[in-house]
């Protein structure tokens, strides 16, 4: 069964920039896996930021970013403000019409 | 612009089956892929599997032997039906479009979910 690992909690200070990383528990994530990254705030059904690794959903502030940094795909939110605390989850496309989402990361900001 | 909107009972009982309805307005289900996904309380998001707008399905593997998507287009919606529930099966359950792009019949190219449903929870309890 494969596993998405992302990190459970990150926080980052009001301004900063800070990189969420998703992974693979075995293997490495490419442009192949066609990443997406989902914002959630608590009661709240997640928003689509990112997908096919880079390209912003429309109406995406470009204070955030995809990419792929050495073997996970990778979301950047620069110029933290605080309401990009929320859960943030990426999903990848294993391919046959089957995809898995990651455990999700809190970031807190502060 | 295309809305979803999940609905059923939001109690079921143990061992019995879960069903839920998500209907979709603003636009035309046809050509696009539909999908399940579900959150238990507290915890992270799993996709559940999705339904063509002609019918074909796919689910993940882990939930296969208990789930059936189903889609009514003269309707605009589509269902989930999740048998043999336990209490792990409790969840905020969300629908979502999968837009995709297709290489000779096969989904092979970006993909990504949107828009979501406003997602509704289901609790199984006797």
């Known amino acids: 069964q494969t596993v998405v690992t992302q990190e459970p909690s990150f926080s980052v200070s009001p301004g900063g920039t800070v990189t969420l990383t998703c992974g693979l528990s075995s293997g490495s994530v490419s442009t192949s896996y066609y990443p997406s990254w989902y914002q959630q705030t608590p009661g709240q059904a997640p928003r689509t930021l990112i997908y096919?690794?880079?390209t912003r959903s429309s109406g995406v502030s470009d204070r955030f970013s995809g990419s792929i940094l050495g073997n996970k795909a990778a979301l950047t939110i620069t110029g933290a403000q605080a309401d990009d605390e929320s859960n943030y989850y990426c999903?990848?496309?294993?391919?046959?019409?089957?995809?898995?989402f990651g455990g999700g990361t809190k970031l807190t900001v502060l | 612009q295309v809305q979803l909107q999940e609905s059923g009972p939001g109690l079921v009982k143990p061992s019995e089956t879960l069903s839920l309805t998500c209907t979709v307005s603003?636009?035309?289900?046809?050509?696009?892929?539909w999908s399940w996904i579900r959150q238990p309380p507290g915890k992270g998001l799993e996709w559940i599997g999705y339904?063509?707008?002609?019918?074909?399905?796919n689910y993940n593997p882990s939930l296969k032997s208990r789930v059936t998507i189903s889609v009514d287009t003269s309707k605009n919606q589509f269902s989930l039906k999740l048998s043999s529930v336990t209490a792990a099966d409790t969840a905020v359950y969300y629908c979502?479009?999968?837009?995709?792009?297709?290489?000779?019949?096969?989904?092979?190219?970006?993909?990504?979910?949107?828009?979501w449903g406003q997602g509704t929870l289901v609790t199984v309890s006797s």
């Open positions: 096919s690794t880079n």
């Open positions: 603003g636009g035309s289900m046809r050509s696009h892929y």
């Open positions: 979502a479009r999968v837009l995709v792009t297709m290489v000779r019949g096969v989904i092979e190219g970006p993909n990504w979910f949107d828009p």
């Open positions: 999903v990848l496309y294993m391919g046959s019409g089957v995809w898995v």
């Open positions: 339904i063509y707008y002609s019918g074909s399905t």
